[in-house]
Nanobody
Framework: QVQLVESGGGLVQAGGSLRLSCVGS????????MGWYRQAPGKQRELVAR???????NYADSVKGRFTISRGNDKNTVFLQMNSLKPEDTAVYYC??????????WGQGTQVTVSS
C-alpha cells in the first residue's frame, strides 16, 4: 500500500523559510508526477507546485520565485523549499501523488503558519 507522510511545517515569521518533506513507502516517487497542494480554512485545496518524472516543474503564480519543489536523491522523497514566506501562505500543505491509472494519494498534511 502507498503511504505519504509530510513533515516540516511550523510557525514562522513573514520573510522566513521552511522546508517541507514528503516521504513515501510502497511506491517509487520518481516514476510519477508529484505535487504539493495547500488548503486554508474555508478555501479549496490548490496546487502549489508540481514535479514530473523527468524533473520538469510547475508553480502557482503566487509562489513563483519563492518556492522550489525537488526530489530526494533516493527518489522516495520530495521537498518543498519555501522562502520569503507571506501570511497568505498560511495553510495545511499536502503531498500528492497520481498514479497512471488515475488513483490519487494524499498525505495527512502539515500545518504552515506565517505570522505578520
Amino acid at each position: 500500500q502507498v503511504q505519504l507522510v509530510e513533515s516540516g511545517g511550523g510557525l514562522v515569521q513573514a520573510g522566513g523559510s521552511l522546508r517541507l518533506s514528503c516521504v513515501g513507502s510502497g511506491i517509487i516517487f520518481g516514476r510519477y508526477v508529484m505535487g504539493w497542494y495547500r488548503q486554508a480554512p474555508g478555501k479549496q485545496r490548490e496546487l502549489v507546485a508540481r514535479i514530473t518524472g523527468d524533473g520538469d516543474t510547475n508553480y502557482a503564480d503566487s509562489v513563483k520565485g519563492r518556492f522550489t519543489i525537488s526530489r530526494g536523491n533516493d527518489k522516495n522523497t520530495v521537498f518543498l523549499q519555501m522562502n520569503s514566506l507571506k501570511p497568505e501562505d498560511t495553510a495545511v500543505y499536502y503531498c500528492n501523488l497520481v498514479m497512471t491509472n488515475g488513483r490519487t494519494y494524499w498525505g495527512q498534511g502539515t500545518q504552515v503558519t506565517v505570522s505578520s
